[in-house]
């Protein structure tokens, strides 16, 4: 059974550092592309990150939003990706959810964690 | 980035009847070459992470009701719930994997009449 188990949620001040992990289990972590996903409450969702598998070249995107403050990487070793959020606002407030691409022609999002509560607030 | 437009932004139904969806892309997203649009439906409900429902436009998910489809192609797409159900009240949201920069449209609210 494919799971995705986000950590390193939390409350934090305006211009702080926080790092979440997503360690997945179920399937072969290091053939996938591995995405971030933040819904703002009240809002929608929004694709914040991916980070495509070593075999397809690792190449990292990012929403325009988070480019230069955040930093997606992977460890296929242990199968967690990681997201790395630097200077952080009070609009980056959110659910983060890690999520799988589902093929590695497209990425749709096939398998989604629990999310982890992001609280950016003085 | 390519601008993702759902409507409505909310539908209520009643149980039973068809419920249809829309979601416009501001750029074609048919690769022709491969004849596939990017473009996937997601059901959120409150307190759960998005579900996917369809992908490449129109394929089902598996364990998705056959009640749920997916049409169109290019630029105009719909979600279609043939009959819906008291479990379907959700937000739904189409998103395009056409570029890099994924984007998701806005959400429709489906409720009960």
């Known amino acids: 059974e494919v799971q995705l188990v986000e950590s390193g949620g939390g409350l934090v001040q305006p211009g702080w550092s926080l790092r979440l992990s997503c360690t997945a289990s179920?399937?072969?972590?290091?053939?996938?592309?591995m995405s971030w996903v933040r819904h703002v409450p009240g809002k929608g969702l929004e694709w914040v990150s991916f980070i495509r598998a070593k075999a397809y070249g690792g190449e990292t995107h990012y929403a325009t939003s988070v480019k230069d403050r955040f930093i997606i990487s992977r460890d296929d070793s242990k199968s967690i990706a990681y997201l790395q959020m630097n200077s952080l606002t009070t609009e980056d407030t959110a659910v983060y959810y890690c999520t799988r691409a589902g093929s590695y022609l497209g990425y749709y999002f096939d398998y989604w964690g629990q999310g982890a509560l992001v609280t950016v607030s003085s | 980035d390519i601008v993702i437009t759902q409507s409505p932004d909310s539908l209520t139904v009643s149980l039973g009847e068809r419920a249809t969806i829309n979601c416009k892309s501001s750029?074609?997203?048919?690769?022709?070459?491969?004849?596939?649009?990017?473009l996937a439906w997601y059901q959120r409900k409150p307190g759960q992470p998005p579900k996917l429902l369809m992908y490449?436009?129109?394929t089902r998910e598996s364990g998705v009701p056959d009640r749920f489809s997916g049409s169109g192609s290019g630029t105009d797409f719909t979600l279609t719930i043939s009959s819906v159900q008291a479990e379907d009240v959700a937000v739904y949201y189409c998103q395009q994997y056409y570029v890099n920069a994924i984007t998701f449209g806005q959400g429709t609210r489906l409720e009960i009449k």
């Open positions: 750029q074609n997203i048919l690769a022709s070459s491969r004849n596939k649009n990017y």
């Open positions: 179920g399937f072969i972590f290091g053939d996938y592309a």
């Open positions: 490449w436009g129109s």
